[in-house]
């Protein structure tokens, strides 16, 4: 099947510092890719769309200006979680999708103290 | 109301037991249905496609009722590894390439030995 690579798996940054993810889609291309966040027991929760050569969409209540997302090519989009703060420590994971299934990257996992 | 709902769980269980776990949503413009599986700080991964006409993976037994707007899993001779956090999870479109998922909170699964 398809395969989504995340990378960092897991990141520790002080409050305040930028960390950035990224998202490869390793065998088919990706036009659309989408950003979830997962707090502790809680459900995956759609953060941004990210669309190819264009600006992500993000959905209510996120901060476009805090949450940085790239995507440049069809195989890569990026995520860049800015001024970090501990509030922002959850795990996040990116998808990119064909035909009638989503593949999902490893997941990051950010603390930040 | 959370889009799509599920048993708030834990469910523990012995090895051997049948297990079922329910889920609604609430979109009626849906048009794709999963069952996902995830394991602790893991990504999700798909478990199973769930269709009107009922479908079977060996042990996993899913339904779909529109009219209800209900899904369920069936698990028959639970074993060990089937521990996990199971997510109930719908799409607007066929296509998951274009449109995101919605999640439900997950029902956690402990099976006994």
């Known amino acids: 099947g398809a395969v989504v690579s995340q990378h960092p798996s897991r990141v520790i940054c002080k409050s305040g510092t930028s960390v950035k993810i990224e998202c490869r889609s390793l065998?088919?291309?990706?036009?659309?890719m989408f950003w979830y966040r997962q707090f502790p027991k809680k459900s995956l929760m759609l953060m941004a769309t990210?669309?190819?050569?264009?600006?992500?969409?993000?959905e209510q209540g996120v901060e476009k200006d805090k949450f940085l997302i790239n995507h440049a090519s069809l195989t890569l989009s990026t995520l860049t979680v800015t001024s970090a703060h501990p509030e922002d420590s959850s795990f996040y994971i990116c998808s990119g999708g064909r035909n009638t299934e989503a593949f999902f990257g490893q997941g990051t996992r950010l603390t930040v103290v | 109301r959370k889009e799509v709902e599920q048993d708030p769980g834990p469910f523990n269980v012995p090895e051997g037991a049948t297990v079922a776990f329910n889920c609604t949503y609430s979109?009626?413009?849906?048009?794709?249905f999963f069952w996902y599986r995830q394991d602790c700080r893991k990504e999700p991964k798909l478990l199973m496609s769930?269709?009107?006409s009922g479908n079977e993976d060996g042990r996993f037994t899913a339904q779909l009722n529109r009219a209800s707007q209900y899904i369920s899993l069936l698990i028959r001779d639970s074993k060990l590894s089937d521990s996990a956090t199971y997510l109930c999870v719908v799409s607007t479109s066929r296509d998951t390439g274009r449109r995101a998922l919605t999640f439900g909170s997950g029902t956690r699964l402990q099976v006994q030995p």
């Open positions: 979109n009626s413009a849906s048009q794709s």
């Open positions: 769930v269709y009107s």
């Open positions: 065998d088919f291309q990706a036009t659309t």
């Open positions: 990210s669309n190819e050569g264009s600006k992500a969409t993000y």
